[in-house]
């Protein structure tokens, strides 16, 4: 069971109307998954909590104990590539004593068959201290943040399968001006890399973070978020590119909390399940804390504004070597592992320059579940904007405590419920399931339903739902 942390209380409306009253127009969802990372969706709700869940500690997958790595290595990247899991990072050490780098950065490759033990092969592409027989793919520019993705692109060409960003300065003979930016790499194989420029592709922002991009299936665009300080606050910035090298300027994100925080890395991408959902788990730096970090977490429908919990998903105590100086880091990865459709590994860091070398750990969630609709013993109702679906069943994902339930209804738009598909016609749902299946007495067609414009009604006593989709399947 996923631990949970904290709570945050929407206020308690107990009075309905219709949309129209609002001005609201009725949320096409159709057969989009619905979490609850956002209220987006929310209309109204009474003895409901919104509650955030953190991710549960699993074991340490990586130890840096190579030369040419070392206690500072740090800005991972995990993503999956058919059968085998990939993952890049810096490699570097700090000696604490002499205040100095004991060896220059490095770009590092580590490769899984089941995102838990992990390889470092010897490539034999790029030497140190006078071997190849190394796991190094990368030591030209850009090794402090090298931050690679598979390009999944229809149009992208054989050679560039593999895309990277990361920071430098201008390698362009006479370019006085020494362009500090973001450099675009490329590669057929993921291991050999090369410039798709001499020059950087993004120059305004600070670069000094795991700066990111995706391809963005849904806007058939590249998307590109990195640093930038804003007013004196890290921060991240977003833009997007045609092709990969000619990027539109870049924005500053935009947050509903009116709190501004120190963010370092941003580990942001579109959520598999429901990928009109864009997650983060960005790096909150807290320098009068000892310099200390915690990923938390945010959400976003947009990819530009964004809806940021405020407690850590990884908190310094899960389970150690987190308190010190910039050792809590999440990878960018957000994977499903090998027969195990219930739950995504996630990565952090810990021990970062207290011992020779340092460690990466993977944590899980349950799927969808960042964000759980919750009740206590009494019972909590929670009603949705207007709505338009497209399907026959209605799944929950939930957990139902001791004399827990989860009950749903579909409302006409004045708040009453349509014939056959009232609370007393639905069978209570209970157990622990990431697609149960509601049902109604008298066996009422949602395909007659189908296109209308109706309110989902939620009964929820000691029990959580973290999301809920409109499918096909009866």
């Given at each position: 069971?996923?631990?949970?942390?904290?709570?945050?209380?929407?206020?308690?409306?107990?009075?309905?109307?219709?949309?129209?009253?609002?001005?609201?127009?009725?949320?096409?969802?159709?057969?989009?998954?619905?979490?609850?990372?956002?209220?987006?969706?929310?209309?109204?709700?009474?003895?409901?909590?919104?509650?955030?869940?953190?991710?549960?500690?699993?074991?340490?997958?990586?130890?840096?104990?190579?030369?040419?790595?070392?206690?500072?290595?740090?800005y991972y990247t995990i993503f999956q590539d058919g059968e085998k899991y990939r993952m890049y990072y810096r490699g570097s050490h700090w000696d604490e004593k002499a205040k100095q780098a004991t060896h220059p950065e490095v770009v590092c490759y580590a490769e899984s068959n089941d995102g838990i033990h992990w390889r470092k092969p010897e490539l034999g592409i790029c030497e140190f201290n006078g071997s190849t027989?190394?796991?190094?793919?990368?030591?030209?520019?850009?090794?402090?943040?090298?931050?690679?993705?598979?390009?999944?692109?229809?149009?992208?060409?054989?050679?560039?399968?593999?895309?990277?960003?990361?920071?430098?300065?201008?390698?362009?003979?006479?370019?006085?001006?020494?362009?500090?930016?973001?450099?675009?790499?490329?590669?057929?194989?993921?291991?050999?890399?090369?410039?798709?420029?001499?020059?950087?592709?993004?120059?305004?922002?600070?670069?000094?973070?795991?700066?990111?991009?995706?391809?963005?299936?849904?806007?058939?665009?590249?998307?590109?978020?990195?640093?930038?300080?804003?007013?004196?606050?890290?921060?991240?910035?977003?833009?997007?590119?045609?092709?990969?090298?000619?990027?539109?300027?870049?924005?500053?994100?935009?947050?509903?909390?009116?709190?501004?925080?120190?963010?370092?890395?941003?580990?942001?991408?579109?959520?598999?399940?429901?990928?009109?959902?864009?997650?983060?788990?960005?790096?909150?730096?807290?320098?009068?804390?000892?310099?200390?970090?915690?990923?938390?977490?945010?959400?976003?429908?947009?990819?530009?504004?964004?809806?940021?919990?405020?407690?850590?998903?990884?908190?310094?105590?899960?389970?150690?070597?987190?308190?010190?100086?910039?050792?809590?880091?999440?990878?960018?990865?957000?994977?499903?592992?090998?027969?195990?459709?219930?739950?995504?590994?996630?990565?952090?860091?810990?021990?970062?320059?207290?011992?020779?070398?340092?460690?990466?750990?993977?944590?899980?969630?349950?799927?969808?579940?960042?964000?759980?609709?919750?009740?206590?013993?009494?019972?909590?109702?929670?009603?949705?904007?207007?709505?338009?679906?497209?399907?026959?069943?209605?799944?929950?994902?939930?957990?139902?405590?001791?004399?827990?339930?989860?009950?749903?209804?579909?409302?006409?738009?004045?708040?009453?419920?349509?014939?056959?598909?009232?609370?007393?016609?639905?069978?209570?749902?209970?157990?622990?399931?990431?697609?149960?299946?509601?049902?109604?007495?008298?066996?009422?067609?949602?395909?007659?339903?189908?296109?209308?414009?109706?309110?989902?009604?939620?009964?929820?006593?000691?029990?959580?739902?973290?999301?809920?989709?409109?499918?096909?399947?009866?």
């Amino acid at each position: 069971m996923i631990r949970s942390l904290f709570l945050l209380t929407l206020p308690i409306l107990v009075s309905f109307h219709s949309p129209t009253s609002y001005g609201e127009a009725p949320v096409d969802i159709g057969q989009q998954r619905e979490l609850f990372v956002d209220d987006h969706l929310v209309h109204a709700t009474e003895g409901i909590t919104f509650q955030l869940h953190q991710a549960e500690p699993q074991e340490v997958v990586l130890v840096t104990d190579k030369p040419w790595e070392g206690n500072t290595c740090a800005y991972y990247t995990i993503f999956q590539d058919g059968e085998k899991y990939r993952m890049y990072y810096r490699g570097s050490h700090w000696d604490e004593k002499a205040k100095q780098a004991t060896h220059p950065e490095v770009v590092c490759y580590a490769e899984s068959n089941d995102g838990i033990h992990w390889r470092k092969p010897e490539l034999g592409i790029c030497e140190f201290n006078g071997s190849t027989a190394n796991n190094i793919v990368w030591d030209g520019v850009g090794t402090h943040n090298f931050t690679p993705f598979k390009d999944t692109n229809p149009k992208c060409k054989p050679d560039a399968k593999y895309k990277a960003l990361a920071r430098g300065r201008s390698l362009k003979k006479g370019d006085k001006s020494s362009q500090h930016g973001l450099f675009a790499f490329q590669s057929a194989d993921g291991l050999h890399w090369k410039l798709m420029r001499d020059t950087p592709v993004i120059t305004e922002g600070a670069f000094d973070s795991q700066n990111l991009a995706f391809y963005d299936p849904l806007e058939k665009q590249y998307r590109d978020y990195h640093r930038w300080f804003n007013q004196g606050i890290r921060d991240i910035m977003v833009c997007t590119s045609p092709d990969f090298v000619n990027w539109t300027k870049p924005i500053g994100l935009q947050y509903t909390e009116a709190k501004r925080e120190h963010l370092y890395t941003n580990a942001i991408q579109r959520y598999p399940r429901a990928p009109h959902f864009f997650i983060g788990f960005p790096t909150r730096y807290l320098p009068d804390e000892g310099q200390r970090v915690e990923p938390v977490m945010m959400a976003s429908r947009d990819g530009l504004r964004f809806k940021r919990w405020a407690e850590p998903v990884i908190p310094e105590t899960a389970p150690k070597d987190r308190k010190g100086n910039r050792s809590n880091y999440m990878a960018w990865g957000l994977v499903q592992l090998p027969e195990n459709n219930d739950e995504y590994s996630v990565y952090a860091t810990e021990a970062y320059y207290t011992g020779p070398d340092s460690r990466v750990r993977r944590f899980t969630y349950r799927v969808d579940g960042f964000v759980s609709a919750h009740a206590g013993k009494n019972p909590g109702h929670l009603t949705t904007r207007s709505i338009i679906f497209d399907g026959k069943t209605l799944e929950l994902n939930l957990v139902t405590g001791e004399k827990g339930f989860i009950a749903a209804e579909i409302q006409d738009l004045d708040g009453n419920p349509i014939p056959g598909f009232s609370l007393n016609d639905c069978d209570p749902c209970q157990g622990d399931s990431i697609s149960k299946q509601v049902s109604w007495k008298k066996n009422a067609s949602l395909q007659a339903l189908t296109g209308r414009a109706v309110r989902l009604h939620f009964s929820i006593r000691n029990s959580d739902l973290y999301s809920f989709q409109f499918i096909n399947q009866e």
